[in-house]
């Protein structure tokens, strides 16, 4: 075994331990346990796995931060693929461990859960999703080694596959103060060990949110051109709110914000209403994003739609609506972080991202109450501006049961039920059933008479749908062409989706390669992401990519979807005479190519739209639909075709 033959060279001499071989023989079970089941501790080995790692190491400093040892946070994309986090707290502990026998640095990396901190009885905050610690970062890297700057001196030690090379040794000196960690993450685990930026970005950015003051680094050295990302927030979570509707109107003066502690849970809170109509309301527990929700938002909820009711009576604006708001009424158009701090977070649901302490639930709801009820009876005006707001989303709430009542009987109306301009497959199975939607009438000819039409329908949608930033869920339903793209999915929408009735598995957008395209892509995008974010998170929603050029030389005839597939085509041929026709829409494409290129499972590129992060997609959806048309433009057309591909 590697270890043992590392031992043997070692110049320190190995710590007489009585149970020293046993502990050793535990510590690579449990790193072999990782390596043979990886997903169970990191949730899986694509690429937010192989993210996770990161987060896992930061967690570390990010906890040092937190007991206010460690105010900045780096983290650096090397070049092939190593990834170096540094913080300057006090470094992880150097001296023996009494138990172990070899340096505390050493357990920390190899054994498993010796995250949760052993000492001062202090609680891990923050903890990642799977809350793992660095010891399974360890046993899933090729290699690792750990400098610690602590007590005037500078430590070393490297691990290969999560076994030392060596024991903790002595460098030399250093006036630093703190941990760098460096590891790069095992290939033969791994699918990818391309890190992607902006995601790792997002996080890091979320991490610096959620503590304040805390300075984070991002560098990518990975290629020639640099990037460096710094965040620091000295306003914590109102920064947060603040970014989050940068780009809207708020109807308040100043940002809610709120703080408390009961029963040693703390709750953080802010929020700001617009003059928007959708929710974004983003919640932690340990600064982990609970995507599902769970007991916080429960008790954020209930507190907000009773104090909202109780000031619409005191501020006798019963008259204008008698009433009572609901829970949707009172969150349209609202933006909220709400981060809680817990000693023992349970995290429930299908993705672990839900809150399930029953006790959280009173607790958030007792502090938001008060401070909300407070706030209000200290801006009466813009406690005024907010409950009007709510009380125009319930009569719009009133007039879309109205309008959906409508839809519903108007399909009943159409015999089967489905949208006339559909022309639907004959197969009624979902999962093998596929749905185009197609921008444009031209096009939508020439796909229908292309397809497959056993398993292939096609909805033509005339120019551009409405756009769902702006407009209220009422007008969006009474719009045409939503309508019938409603009505073609089958699931339903709002209080009435279900899943369970979607009749296709693979709903592609097919748009022209144009900015265009892009534009009305990017519109039924947002439609989903509003109103139909299960289909994306069930992985249902594609986007064609269509060639951008034919190149024919004599009867041969090759496609190319980009200018480097193009330019590589064109090289092959040297002297031969050939001809390059480039698409500008689908519509000059006849239905037998619109088939062989774009449509076919056997040629066809299509790209799975996935929601990774909640932050960066909204965002971009308010870059894309907010008034200002300029930043729109450039980034529809450096971003249309970046979605990641998928080989299908
Ligand atoms: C780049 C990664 O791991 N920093 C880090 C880790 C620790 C400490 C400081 C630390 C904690 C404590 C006392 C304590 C850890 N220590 C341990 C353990 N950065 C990174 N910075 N002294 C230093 O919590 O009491 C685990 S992590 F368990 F050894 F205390």
């Known amino acids: 075994m590697a270890k043992k033959e590392a031992a043997k060279d070692q110049t320190i001499p190995a710590p007489v331990e009585e149970n020293y071989d046993s502990s050793k023989i535990q510590i690579l079970e449990g790193l072999e346990a990782v390596r043979k089941r990886p997903g169970m501790y990191i949730g899986s080995t694509a690429l937010p796995g192989l993210h996770h790692m990161v987060y896992e190491i930061v967690d570390n400093s990010i906890d040092e931060a937190m007991a206010g040892h460690c105010d900045t946070i780096e983290v650096e994309l090397l070049p092939g ?30 054994k498993l859960h010796a995250g949760g901190k052993f000492g001062d009885g202090a609680y891990k905050v923050s903890g990642g999703l799977h809350g793992v610690g660095v010891s399974v970062v360890n046993a899933l890297s090729d290699s690792v080694r750990v400098d610690v700057h602590r007590d005037g001196k500078h430590h070393f030690i490297e691990f290969r596959r999560g076994v030392p090379l060596a024991p903790l040794k002595v460098l030399g000196n250093s006036k630093k103060r703190g941990t760098v960690v ?29 503590n304040k003051g805390v300075k984070i680094t991002l560098r990518d050295t ?13 306003g914590g979570i109102v920064e947060f709110v603040k970014m989050l509707t940068e780009k809207k109107n708020p109807l308040q003066k100043k940002i809610f914000y709120a703080q408390g502690e009961k029963e040693g849970i703390q709750v953080e809170i802010a929020l700001e209403y617009c003059d928007t109509y959708s929710e974004q309301i983003f919640t932690f527990a340990n600064a982990i994003h609970t995507r599902e929700g769970g007991t916080h938002l429960e008790g954020f ?3 907000l739609t009773r104090a909202i009711n109780e000031y619409k009576k005191k501020l006798q604006l019963d008259k204008k609506m008698e009433d009572s708001l609901t829970g949707d009424d009172v969150r349209e158009g609202l933006t909220v972080v709400l981060s809680i701090l817990i000693p023992n977070p349970q995290f429930e649901g299908q993705t672990k991202m839900k809150l399930g302490n029953g006790e959280v639930k009173g607790i958030v709801q007792s502090i938001v109450y008060e401070r909300l009820c407070e706030y209000f009876d200290e801006n009466p005006n813009d406690a005024r501006r907010i409950i009007e707001k709510c009380i125009q989303a319930a009569s719009a709430r009133i007039a879309a049961r109205k309008a959906k009542e409508l839809v519903r009987r108007k399909s009943a109306l159409e015999g089967s039920g489905l949208p006339g301009k559909l022309a639907d497959c004959s ?66 929408i709002g209080d009435d989706f279900d899943l369970s009735k979607i009749r296709y598995h693979k709903i592609v957008i097919m748009t022209d390669a144009d900015v265009d395209g892009a534009h009305i892509q990017t519109l039924i995008l947002t439609f989903f992401f509003r109103y139909m974010p299960q289909v994306i998170e069930a992985g249902y929603l594609y986007i064609a990519r269509p060639p951008l050029y034919l190149i024919s030389k004599g009867k041969e005839k090759f496609y190319a979807y980009s200018d480097d597939e193009k330019n590589k085509i064109v090289k092959d041929f040297k002297d031969d005479k050939y001809h390059i026709q480039r698409y500008k829409g689908l519509g000059e494409m006849n239905p037998e190519q619109l088939w062989e290129t774009t449509m076919s499972p056997e040629n066809r590129v299509l790209m799975q739209v996935s929601m990774d992060d909640a932050v960066i997609a909204d965002e971009t959806f308010v870059i894309l639909m907010g008034d200002e048309v300029e930043p729109r433009r450039r980034f529809i057309e450096e971003n249309a075709r970046k979605v990641e591909e998928l080989d299908l």
């Not at 791994?190 to 995601?199: G, K, M, P, S």
């Not at 999962?431 to 397809?451: H, M, T, Y």
């Open 81 to 110: 693929n190593y990834v170096r986090v540094t913080d300057n707290g006090r470094g992880i502990p150097t001296d023996i461990h009494p138990k172990a026998g070899v340096s505390t640095v050493e357990v920390v990396l190899t």
């Open 182 to 210: 460096t590891f790069l993450a095992d290939a033969t685990i791994f699918d990818t060990l391309e890190y992607r930026y902006d995601v790792l970005a997002a996080r890091l950015r979320e991490l610096a949110f959620l």
């Open 222 to 234: 990975r290629d020639k051109e640099i990037k460096e990302s710094v965040f620091q927030y000295k």
């Open 301 to 303: 909820r209930t507190a």
């Open 427 to 492: 197969a009624r199975d979902p999962q093998i059933s596929e749905l185009f939607i197609v921008e444009g009438d031209s096009a939508g000819g020439s796909a229908k008479q292309g397809r497959n039409r056993h398993f292939q329908a096609i909805l033509p949608l005339k120019g551009k749908i409405t756009n769902v930033e702006k407009a209220k869920l009422d007008k969006i339903l009474t719009d045409g062409e939503v309508g019938a793209l409603i009505t073609a999915i089958g699931t339903g």
